[in-house]
């Protein structure tokens, strides 16, 4: 076979987990939850400091407390930290008490310097600097396309505005960090991780040994959301401590630790124009942007980029464009991947002008989306999403809604790369008739394991129970990270290489010309004396690059509490060909639900005067909670002859813009900040003062005039730090 | 504010001197606030005369998944780090470590607690039930089979604990309707944004029907390539 078939059994239908029993009793053993013999309990010392140099660390004290047995530090000789919560050293010993016990008598000797946490303060021209031989605001980077001037010129309509968008903690629920047992000749790390192999080439690099003496598990992994791709400064220490000890050591984060250093999504701020025909054809855009990525943007991650640059004009093609973008830096931790990375900022602010301009020429939000949107299958999904939605009886005028509590509805467009890149997967047909399918990928949350069942079932002709599937090792054929919504449309077809090549294998062994279905067993019963090992990999034309989908949201604004409640999110989401049903469904749930987050609730807040994170807590830190769920009504759309697409990530991106849109909608005047809290619905609407000052508006404006002034590199196109 | 001499380096305060609080009590509120604290606090020394923990390790007894066990230690220890640390029952999660987010969720007595606000020594002479003491025999709950064929979990890490809250309810009110479902689960937190699917499988268990919102619509574009823009 060299295409995915025509009919089938188990792609594109709904089944369960294979993992989901040992989810729900408890018995899926973590990184957390793994207990080597001996093993020890690990901790991070962090600075509590924004801004400081380090002149001593004595860890005697710390070494000689009962019960510890390793004590090391992040980094050797005097050092500077940069933000609240940087690793300055470590501690393991034989209970968690003991270990919190010691951790206090860690003497860090100190000198604290001048900081900045706030995004603004950084770009004044005499604010401390985040590197001594660096600037705050970098270099900036430049597209151009067109005449801008030109453009707008010729616009019948222009629209202008700015926006703001805050930086978002990931906050998966297990924490960071890693099991090590450290041997002379192996170093075995359980790790949550979202890529065995990058973490298995993090601690190798790190520790200065062959990558083959670097074994990686994870079995499972409780979220990551693109923040768990490389070992972290808490994988490196934790194999140190392992090693000074002679036991394992199991160094998880705190949850406090997860708001400090182990990535974000970055801030942005945005003054953006958009001009326009009289007939709505997209004539001139210009942006000037920046965003703060924290101290330094990837951090100790093989996540890579993650600056705060984002993908603009966004999905639209506008044949004058202009778009200016800087990043600037703070004492805080640094961002990283996040799901999607710049895609949802982008999704906010370029949707926002959309209906702006479209009320401004008086046509119809989603008629000018479909005139414009350079992409078919998008054009589709808006078609089959206003019917669904019920657009054209729920659309009216901004502001129109009458009474307390306010209606609106938005809609907001996405894109995303996906795809499949090299994977390899190995098949085991065993005499007995049962079959093992090995590859080094992870499953993130995503149902991995089972696509691999589910694949492997399909083709040989087998239920899937009589599928065992290994994944999650190092020792099995290499993966990438799942990062780039990549990971089903590059074990798919690997999977589905191998077990191809093994069917034929076991045909020619055992001459049956077909050994699926009742031959099964008799063919199995000629493998002789070792089961049958089919390697496979994957390969072009069984996956396929770019999903596009729009999402429409309708929400109650009430005016007087300035709450904003969801009635109902409609999802569109262009799906290639559909693996399982049930999952794909469950990832769109998530993004929406994630989104809903990023709209109306979360940001990290820093503390001017002290630098730190001030809502490191579930308390203060808002996440979607059950109650703030609306109906979701999801469409998938199945394209099959595409191949695996991969759909985490898109049905994340428009979600935001769409509730954003529907806030406005409600109540005439636009939000153009994010989150949408209460006290910017009141602000908007005049019943409270203004959330900024006339002084922070000042300050804004000079820090656009600085970005204006930077000097720039031309670039083709942005990199939106797809992983 | 004329309280802020109250102060004794002169600082001005922000919020509500110590003074200005007793004031605004009531002299009578104070005095008899002050006799229940003397009485509480001679009860409390009568209490600890009798037994005193820590703070080193002492000896406790718990009674797990209908199993008696023997523990030393310390007071201060939670329940949650009692079980991941030192038992194998690494089933009940550490997510906040601060009751917030139900992932270390189990039952004393039957009733649902957070086990990071519970501390070892307090659930002696209680019946403390785990994930892992749900299923007997390694045949699923009725709840645990919804939860499986409704996906009401992504990654995991928050599912013994929502398994919990949902099988503590139904045992409650066996035909609960969504709105109690919800108010049931609302201790409890999801990153992956699972939520709609939990409430079908808790739904699910007690029988009720749930219709799915999510359609399936073919597309034929009549080509097989990736667009060129999207």
């Known amino acids: 076979m060299s295409e995915w078939p025509k009919e089938t059994k188990y792609l594109g239908k709904s089944a369960p987990r294979i993992d989901g029993p040992a989810k729900v009793t408890g018995a899926a053993k973590y990184a957390y939850d793994v207990q080597p013999s001996g093993w020890l309990w690990g901790a991070i010392l962090r600075s509590k400091w924004a801004a ?35 690793e300055l050293a470590a501690i393991a010993g034989t209970s968690k008490e003991a270990v919190q016990d010691a951790l206090r008598l860690i003497e860090v000797q100190a000198t604290p310097v001048p900081f900045v946490v706030k995004e603004m303060d950084a770009t004044k021209p005499d604010a401390p600097k985040i590197f001594e031989d660096g600037q705050n605001v970098g270099e900036a980077q430049v597209r151009e396309n067109g005449n801008v001037a030109e453009g707008f010129a010729n616009s019948a309509a222009i629209v202008e505005n700015s926006f703001e968008t805050q930086v978002q903690l990931h906050h998966s629920l297990e924490t960071h960090g890693n099991m090590v047992a ?77 708001s400090l ?112 949107d350079p992409f078919d299958v998008r054009r589709k999904e808006y078609e089959i999403g206003r019917e669904k939605f019920g657009w054209k009886e729920k659309y009216k005028k901004p502001g129109s809604s009458a009474g307390v509590v306010k209606v609106g509805v938005g809609c907001g467009g996405a894109t995303w790369g996906g795809g499949g890149r090299g994977t390899q997967a190995e098949v085991q047909i065993n005499r007995d008739g049962n079959v093992e399918v090995r590859c080094g990928t992870q499953d993130i949350g995503t149902g991995a394991r089972t696509v691999v069942a589910l694949v492997a079932a399909e083709v040989l002709g087998l239920t899937p129970d009589k ?73 072009e034309g069984l996956s396929s690059t770019g999903a596009g989908g729009v999402q429409f949201a309708e929400v109650e604004v009430d005016t007087e509490t300035g709450f904003v409640t969801i009635r109902k999110i409609v999802a569109i989401q262009d799906c290639g060909l559909i693996v399982n049903k049930l999952t794909c469904e469950s990832q769109i749930n998530g993004g929406v639900i994630q989104g809903i987050g990023y709209a109306l609730y979360e ?43 991969g759909v985490g990530e898109p049905c994340h991106i428009p979600t935001a813009a ?64 797809i992983v | 504010m004329s309280e802020s001499s109250d102060a004794p380096d002169g600082h001005e305060k922000g919020g509500l001197s110590r003074r200005t609080f007793l004031k605004a009590l009531g002299t009578t509120a104070v005095a008899s606030a002050a006799a229940q604290a003397t009485s509480i606090a001679q009860e409390l020394q009568k209490h600890n005369d009798e037994r005193v923990y820590g703070p080193g390790p002492a000896p406790i007894s718990l009674k797990i998944n209908g199993a008696t066990k023997k523990f030393e230690v310390e007071p201060r220890v939670t329940l949650l780090d009692l079980l991941r640390n030192r038992t194998d ?49 390694g045949e699923l709950t009725a709840v645990q089979k919804a939860f499986v064929n409704c996906d009401g979990l992504q990654c995991g890490f928050c599912t013994p604990g929502f398994v919990m809250s949902v099988t503590a309810l139904l045992k409650e009110k066996p035909k609960p309707t969504e709105e109690e479902v919800r108010k049931a ?23 009720v029907k749930t219709a799915s919102k999510v359609e399936v619509i073919r597309i034929d574009r009549g080509t097989k390539a990736p667009p060129t823009y999207v």
Not at chain 1, 63 to 75: E, S
Not at chain 2, 192 to 201: D, E, K, L, M, S
Request: aromatic content about 6%; overall charge positive.
């Open chain 2, 89 to 137: 029952l690494t089933g009940t999660k550490e997510v906040c470590d601060r009751a917030t987010c139900g992932a270390c969720t189990v039952w004393l007595d039957g009733t649902p607690v957070y086990s990071c606000m519970t501390l070892a020594i307090e659930a002696q002479r209680r019946e403390i039930t785990t994930i892992e003491g749900l299923s007997k025999g």
């Open chain 1, 52 to 86: 400081a140099k380090i002149t001593s660390i004595n860890l005697d004290k710390a070494r000689a407390a009962p019960g510890i047995k390793a004590a090391v530090l992040a980094r050797e000789g005097e050092r500077q930290v940069r933000y609240y919560g940087e």
């Open chain 2, 185 to 207: 689960c609302s201790g409890n937190l999801c990153r992956c944004g699972t939520y709609p699917r939990v409430f079908a499988a808790a739904l699910e268990a007690a029988g």
């Open chain 1, 261 to 372: 250093a182990v990535g974000n999504r970055p801030s942005t701020f945005q003054k953006v124009k958009l001009g326009a025909s009289a007939d709505g054809t997209l004539l001139a855009y210009e942006l000037e942007s920046f965003g703060c990525p924290g101290f330094a943007a990837g951090g100790a991650t093989a996540a890579g980029g993650s600056g705060a640059t984002f993908p603009a004009p966004y999905i639209y093609k506008i044949p004058n464009t202009r778009v200016k973008q800087a990043s600037v830096a703070v004492n805080a931790g640094s961002s990283r991947a996040f799901r999607a990375p710049g895609h949802p900022t982008a999704s906010f602010s370029m949707e926002a002008m959309m209906d702006d301009l479209a009320v401004k020429l008086g046509i119809d939000p989603v008629e000018l989306r479909i005139k414009n």
């Open chain 1, 658 to 721: 769409a509730i954003a849109n529907a806030v406005a909608n409600a109540l005439g005047v636009r939000i153009t900040s994010l989150p949408i809290t209460p006290d910017k619905v009141l602000a908007a609407l005049g019943k409270i003062p203004a959330t900024k000052t006339a002084a922070d508006l000042q300050l804004l404006n000079n820090a656009f005039a600085l970005v204006r002034s930077l000097p720039a590199t031309t670039v083709e196109e942005f990199d939106p730090a």
């Open chain 1, 603 to 645: 940001g990290r807040v820093m503390d001017r005067a002290t630098g730190v994170v001030l809502n490191p807590n579930f308390e203060t830190y808002k996440l979607p909670n059950g109650a703030d769920v609306p109906p979701i009504e999801i469409v998938l759309l199945d394209m099959p002859e595409r191949g695996v697409i």
């Open chain 1, 467 to 539: 599928i065992t599937v290994r994944i999650g090792d190092t020792r099995f054929p290499p993966s990438g990270g799942s990062g780039g919504s990549t990971t089903t449309a590059s074990i798919s077809p690997a999977v589905f290489d191998a077990c191809t090549n093994a069917l034929t294998e076991l045909q020619k062994v055992s001459g049956l010309p077909d050994a699926r279905g009742a031959n099964w067993a008799a063919a199995c019963k000629k493998i002789g004396m070792n089961p049958l090992v089919v390697a496979g990999k994957w390969r």
């Open chain 1, 182 to 258: 450290f041997t002379p000749e192996e170093i075995t790390v359980w790790a949550s991780t979202q890529g065995v192999f990058s973490v298995r080439d993090g601690i190798a690099d790190n520790m200065q040994v062959p990558q083959s003496k670097v074994r990686v598990i994870c079995d499972y992994m409780g979220g990551g959301f693109g923040s768990k791709l490389g070992p972290g400064v808490e994988g490196a220490l934790a194999t140190r401590l392992s090693q000074a000890a002679g036991a394992p050591v199991k160094l998880m984060l705190t949850r406090l630790d997860e």
